[in-house]
């Protein structure tokens, strides 16, 4: 398959059983560009993306555990992000907190995000954003500062707002994500999270909650780093990781002590209480 051509793009349909659409691998996320549109059909979920990288991303996705009952591709002239993306983002609830697009106008009980669905990972269907969310609750978070790292859409850091931090700051490295977040701070009204764009390493400061929903292998790299930014007796909470690599996660914070862990299917969430040794 050639990569699409000026005014086309690659459409891939992929259907799937439902509830499935929960366990797309979050690296596939980053390959389509624009992310996924879910919509129900005939009792299954059919996932459609446009990916930048046709081959890649099919490559990718029959190498990976998603179980699929079809996968289909088409070119297809390009349409309007905007009018896709309003017929097929729905508003959606993990625990108690709903999170729904800037057009959909019905209110619903408990806490709400308003998310404007971009090229940014992060519209609260994937596993691990649903298990950040849980172990976010067992953290008192009143006047907390949070420090949000690999932010996407800026889900997590708007939570951490609801449920009381003081300051949170938002970091990614995608400056399309950074941008995006930007518009979602705005729609809530979220004066105190700051967005920034910026690489791990050179994040300065510690905070008292750090979110990181990242993946294993830069867990793998950087986790000294990670660990560095909380303060004593402060709090980790880490997801994205499948439940292969649970050992190997645990073992990258030795210096801090496991207090809960969530899973998801095939994803793990781990809550740490960071911990500094008696010098």
């Known amino acids: 398959m050639k990569p699409s051509t000026t005014g086309y793009k690659t459409r891939v349909e992929i259907l799937v059983e439902k509830g499935h659409e929960e366990l ?3 690296y596939l996320y980053g390959m389509t560009g624009s992310g996924f549109w879910i919509e129900e059909r005939d009792g299954h979920t059919l996932l459609r993306c446009y990916p930048e990288h046709p081959e890649t991303f099919l490559q990718c996705l029959h190498s990976s555990d998603l179980k699929m009952i079809e996968v289909k591709t088409e070119m297809e002239p390009d349409k309007d992000y905007s009018e896709l993306t309003r017929l097929y983002f729905r508003a ?4 108690d907190l ?3 697009p800037p057009w959909s106008t019905k209110k619903g009980k408990g806490r709400e995000i308003v ?3 971009g090229m940014a990972f992060g519209t609260g269907r994937h596993e691990s954003t649903r298990i950040m969310v849980k172990l976010m609750n067992q953290i008192d978070m009143k006047e907390k500062d949070v420090l949000d790292l690999g932010t996407g859409s800026g889900i997590l850091a708007l939570y951490a707002r609801l449920l009381g931090a003081r300051k949170i700051t938002a970091v990614d490295n995608d400056i399309d994500a950074v941008l995006n977040m930007k518009k979602n701070l705005v729609l809530n009204e979220a004066g105190n999270v700051d967005a920034v764009c910026a690489d791990l390493r050179d994040i300065r400061g510690t905070f008292d909650v750090v979110l990181a929903n990242l993946d294993i292998n830069t867990f793998a790299r950087h986790s000294t780093k990670v660990a560095d930014l909380v303060k004593k007796d402060g709090y980790i909470v880490v997801s994205g990781i499948l439940g292969r690599d649970r050992k190997r996660l645990i073992s990258l914070f030795p210096d ?3 207090v809960a862990m969530e899973q998801k299917n095939a994803w793990r969430g781990f809550l740490f209480k960071r911990e500094v040794p008696v010098s």
């Open 256 to 258: 801090s002590t496991l």
């Open 92 to 95: 959606i609830r993990i625990s």
């Open 24 to 26: 797309i691998p979050e």
């Open 98 to 100: 709903v999170i729904r």
């Open 115 to 117: 998310i404007e669905p």
